[in-house]
Nanobody, 119 residues
């Protein structure tokens, strides 16, 4: 089992920045690929960004490329999402997720943190 806890959400004006953190506990953090997802009101949850176990490979959904950066610190068991140039359409609950080596899907999820971007 891996427990995930997000933090860092809040209210920010358009054009501003936020840094989300996701602290993991329970198992060896470096054994898990990590991802960030978000769910806006009335919409399905969508992929935002992912990072490999070593941190050497990242991927992003097109709408956040150039604005968001995913990173991880395996010594601190934490994954981050730096969000710059925020837009009102980035408003959502943001979730971090972990995917074990033997899984094709993310199998552990946090409770989420609210990000609200005002225009």
């Amino acid at each position: 089992q891996v427990q995930l806890a997000e933090s860092g959400g809040g209210l920010v004006q358009a054009g501003g920045s936020l840094r989300l953190s996701c602290a993991a506990s329970g198992r060896t953090f470096s054994n898990y690929a990590m991802g960030w997802f978000r769910q806006a009101p009335g919409k399905e949850r969508e992929f935002v960004a992912a990072i490999s176990r070593s941190g050497g490979t990242t991927s992003y959904t097109d709408s956040v490329k150039g604005r968001f950066t995913i990173s991880r610190d395996n010594a601190k068991n934490t994954v981050y999402l730096q969000m710059n140039s925020l837009k009102p359409e980035d408003t959502a609950v943001y979730y971090c997720a972990a995917r074990s080596i033997d899984s094709a899907n993310y199998n552990y999820w946090g409770q989420g943190t609210q990000v609200t971007v005002s225009s």
